[in-house]
Nanobody
Framework: QVQLVESGGGLVQAGGSLRLSCTASGRAFSSYVMGWFRQAPGKEREFVAEITWNGGTTYYRDSVKGRFTISRDNAKNTVYLQMNSLKPEDTAVYYC????????????WGQGTQVTVSS
């Protein structure tokens, strides 16, 4: 079992930056693939970024490539999402999630943290 807690959300002006953190409790964090998702009001939840267990491979949705960076510190049981050059369309609740390996369902989800980007 893995419990995930996000932090770092807030209100920022367009062009600004935020860093989200997701800290995990429970066993075997370092073995999990970790991802970030987001859900804007009235929209479906969408994939943002993913990182493999050792940080060796990352994936991003096209609209955030070059602006967002996912990373992890397994010693701290934490995954990060550095968000730069934020746009109003990045406004959403951001969730972190964990899965056993790429291609399997995400089994564990955090409660979400709100990111609001003003124009």
């Amino acid at each position: 079992q893995v419990q995930l807690v996000e932090s770092g959300g807030g209100l920022v002006q367009a062009g600004g930056s935020l860093r989200l953190s997701c800290t995990a409790s429970g066993r075997a964090f370092s073995s999990y693939v970790m991802g970030w998702f987001r859900q804007a009001p009235g929209k479906e939840r969408e994939f943002v970024a993913e990182i493999t267990w050792n940080g060796g491979t990352t994936y991003y949705r096209d609209s955030v490539k070059g602006r967002f960076t996912i990373s992890r510190d397994n010693a701290k049981n934490t995954v990060y999402l550095q968000m730069n050059s934020l746009k109003p369309e990045d406004t959403a609740v951001y969730y972190c999630a964990a899965r056993a390996r790429v291609g399997t369902p995400y089994n564990y989800w955090g409660q979400g943290t709100q990111v609001t980007v003003s124009s």
